[in-house]
């Protein structure tokens, strides 16, 4: 049988691993940090108008420069930016892509600070770039002064900060990007995909952006507005920025269907984030309930959370798993992640965790291993 390996793929992919959270058929899906609420019945009927309307007009391709959803974009985001201000593409994967072809590319380096979202080192691999690991402060927090150590260190093309960061859940304050900002000539990306499920009142780097012609917010439509189905992210910068994103993007790479679909979520956008306060909900009590049952947590302003003190992460996501109930092992050491859910499905994992705790004590690490954990750099979120 022919494996990888054995084809003349590029030497930089070689032994490399594709991203690949499994996607199983369990009682309570709980591990890609989606939204767990089906999309309400009324946008159901808004976007089917909206799809119905484009469909007569696909014997021609779509508007390649998505007139109507970035104004939308823009209308939703606020801050007084205008649709030339906004990109999107399918994800905010793509987005991120579209940004590293653009701005990373062989013989450059990416910077992000480790452990954080996985696909970060291979859409820099992707592109023939180097992935710089930067290190972060006790309990995975970041500091301006760490921050601006590494980027005087490491001095790379391009830094992306996750905030909150996936996995951990660490917020990332405005001052670490303003002195980010000033201590590189490079872009720097500010990866708000969870951005909505912060506490009221909680900045976006989207104040930053004026006067900031290389700063990229990006944000998606997966995560706070229930729509992972859609395939829809984007980004805030200067025109310009994004008048060079047309440069590496695939001609039409918005399908009419696509646009229609995001048009009309963001004719209901109240409807759509109408659930985030829940989530909220689940996620703090994840942060409060995990530790009374021996597991500290760090912590997270995101929709889930990350808990630790494990002996056997792998152990313990399979007694997961035998119960029907799929959280993330992304391999930072002593630790879990899990997304909030409904009422109920956060109820089933909290009651799980319990019975798993009752039945294998061996699984709670003593204090003293828990506190000793690092994290390794290739370890990350999803
Ligand atoms: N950024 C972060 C931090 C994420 O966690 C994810 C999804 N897990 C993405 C970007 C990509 O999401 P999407 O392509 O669905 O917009």
Not at 23 to 28: A, G, I, K, N, W
Not at 128 to 136: D, L, M, Q
Not at 307 to 332: C, K, V, W
Request: charge should be negative; hydrophobic fraction near 40%.
């Amino acid at each position: 049988m022919t494996v990888i390996d054995d084809l003349p793929i590029r030497d930089d992919l070689r032994g490399r691993t594709a991203y690949g959270a499994p996607q199983e058929p369990v009682r309570v899906s709980i591990n890609v940090n989606e939204n767990p609420y089906d999309v309400p019945a009324e946008v159901v009927e808004r976007v089917l108008d909206r799809v119905r309307a484009a469909l007569p007009g696909l014997n021609r391709y779509p508007d390649r420069e998505f007139v109507e959803l970035r104004k939308k974009l823009a209308e939703y985001l606020g801050h007084g930016l205008s649709a030339d201000q906004i990109w999107a593409a399918n994800g905010s994967n793509e987005v991120l892509q579209h940004l590293l072809q653009t701005f990373a590319g062989p013989g450059r380096s990416v910077m992000g600070f480790a452990p954080t979202y996985s696909m970060y080192p291979l859409l820099t691999a992707g592109v023939g770039s180097e992935w710089i690991a930067a290190e972060r402060d006790a309990d995975y927090e970041l500091s301006a002064a760490t921050a601006v150590a590494a980027i005087e260190t490491h001095r790379p093309d391009v830094v992306i900060f996750c905030a909150p960061n996936n996995p951990t859940g660490t917020p990332v304050d405005l001052e670490i990007i303003k002195a980010a900002y000033e201590q590189t000539h490079g872009i720097v990306i500010v990866d708000e995909a969870y951005a909505e499920f912060q506490p009221d009142g909680t900045p976006s780097a989207l104040e930053l952006l004026p006067g900031r012609e290389r700063l990229v917010v990006s944000r998606t439509m997966s995560k706070a507005f229930a729509y992972a189905g859609a395939r829809l992210g984007y980004l805030a910068a200067d025109p310009a920025l994004c008048d060079a994103l047309r440069l590496v993007r695939l001609p039409y790479h918005l399908s009419a269907i696509t646009q229609a679909a995001a048009i009309g979520a963001l004719d209901c956008t109240d409807i759509m984030l109408g659930q985030v306060d829940a989530i909220r909900v689940q996620r703090d009590r994840l942060l409060t309930e995990i530790p009374k049952l021996g597991f500290p947590v760090y912590r997270s302003s995101a929709n889930f959370v990350t808990f630790h003190g494990i002996t056997d992460p792998q152990a313990m996501f399979e007694e997961f798993y035998r119960r029907s109930i799929l959280i993330r092992n992304n391999g930072l050491p002593g630790s879990l992640r899990v997304t909030a859910g409904t009422e109920a499905e956060t109820t089933q994992f909290l009651d799980a965790l319990a019975e798993i705790v009752r039945e294998h004590p061996e699984l709670r690490a003593g204090t003293e291993t828990a506190s000793t954990e690092t994290a390794s750099s290739e370890t990350a979120g999803a």
